[in-house]
């Protein structure tokens, strides 16, 4: 199947500082979303991203299909980003792959006051 | 984007017994996962449901642990079976939604633990 890394595996921060963080990936991709997990467990969608550049606010992601990677960025981080940063991606054969995700093992964001 | 629902939130249960968890969305949808996340772990998938047919289930998966029922195209339920501490996990559910792209959206979990 497809492997997905992520790194830093974890990351802390102080307030008001940016950080980047990666995602690789083995194989084509249909989808690629970056996700939240706060700390009640809940996944909060950040970008859907295949391909190409955007920004919401404070965070940014870039996907460069070709080379099987992204990034997010966050920049001012705040407490409240805090939390578990998870990389997700659907393998780009279609088919039996269809809807099926595959995440990383994430990175843990610790932002101090 | 998709409101999903799920119940309970959260439980205890003993081991050797059952827990059925649900999961409602706000929408249509053709495919609803369901996905287990073990203590300090990532996602992994367990299995897909469709309406009116079989869910698919992955390696490592099987439908005497974990039926799966998707009677209609709101609303799914995944039992966890004679339950053991190796099965206190959060539980997801997600869809897939979007007209540009498939963008899944994932319900708030229910987080099991087994004594």
């Known amino acids: 199947g497809i492997q997905v890394e992520q790194s830093p595996p974890d990351l802390i921060l102080q307030e008001g500082a940016n950080s980047t963080l990666r995602c690789n990936f083995s194989d084509s991709v249909n989808n690629l979303q970056w996700f939240h997990q706060n700390p009640w467990g809940q996944l909060i969608n950040l970008f859907y991203?295949?391909?190409g550049t955007k920004q919401n606010g404070r965070l940014s992601a870039t996907t460069v299909a070709t080379e099987r990677y992204s990034l997010l960025y966050i920049s001012s981080s705040q407490t409240t980003d805090s939390g578990v940063y998870f990389c997700?991606?659907?393998?780009?054969?279609?088919?039996?792959?269809?809807?099926?995700?595959?995440f990383g093992q994430g990175t843990i964001l610790t932002v101090h006051p | 984007s998709a409101v999903i629902s799920q119940k309970p939130s959260r439980d205890i249960c003993q081991r050797g017994t059952s827990l059925t968890i649900q999961c409602q969305v706000d929408?249509?949808?053709?495919?609803m996962f369901w996905y287990r996340q073990q203590p300090g772990q990532s996602l992994t998938l367990i299995a897909t449901a469709n309406q009116g047919s079989e869910a698919t289930y992955e390696s490592g998966f099987v439908i005497d642990k974990f039926p799966i029922s998707r009677p209609n195209l709101t609303f799914s339920t995944l039992t966890v079976s004679n339950m053991s501490p190796e099965d206190s996990s959060i539980y997801l559910c997600?869809?897939?939604?979007?007209?540009?792209?498939?963008?899944?959206?994932f319900g708030p979990g229910t987080r099991l633990t087994v004594t």
């Open positions: 997600s869809v897939e939604v979007g007209d540009l792209g498939y963008e899944q959206y």
């Open positions: 929408s249509q949808v053709t495919m």
């Open positions: 991203i295949p391909s």
């Open positions: 997700a991606v659907e393998r780009g054969s279609g088919g039996t792959s269809y809807g099926k995700l595959t």
